[in-house]
Nanobody
Framework: QVQLVESGGGTVQAGGSLRLSCAAS????????IGWFRRATGKEREFVAI??????RHATAVAGRFTIARDNAAKTVYLQMNSLKPEDTAVYYC?????????????????WGQGTQVTVSS
């Protein structure tokens, strides 16, 4: 069983930065792919980024502004978000998948955190 806890959300002005953390529990962290998703009010859940053992991928909407990284010793995945825009406002969720590959489909993820709110003001 894997439990995920997000932290680091908050309110920031446009152009600012935040770093989200996803702390995981369980013995299989290093074998898991960890993804970040977000859901804005009234919109569908959206893929943001994923990191596996040796590779990562970012959605086009955030590429060049967001960076996903993992610390296996700390069992934590980070999402560094720079140059934030009002359209980045959403609840951000981390999720874990046993599947191989850099999968953006939320249905491939087995475990989800509770989410953390990110609000970007203009």
């Amino acid at each position: 069983q894997v439990q995920l806890v997000e932290s680091g959300g908050g309110t920031v002005q446009a152009g600012g930065s935040l770093r989200l953390s996803c702390a995981a529990s369980g013995p299989t962290f290093t074998s898991l792919a960890i993804g970040w998703f977000r859901r804005a009010t009234g919109k569908e859940r959206e893929f943001v980024a994923i990191i596996s053992r040796g590779a990562s991928r970012h959605a086009t909407a955030v590429a060049g502004r967001f960076t996903i990284a993992r610390d296996n010793a700390a069992k934590t995945v980070y999402l560094q978000m720079n140059s934030l825009k009002p359209e980045d406002t959403a609840v951000y969720y981390c999720a874990a998948s046993h599947a191989t590959g850099l999968i953006s489909d939320a249905r491939a993820y087995d475990y989800w955190g509770q989410g953390t709110q990110v609000t970007v003001s203009s």
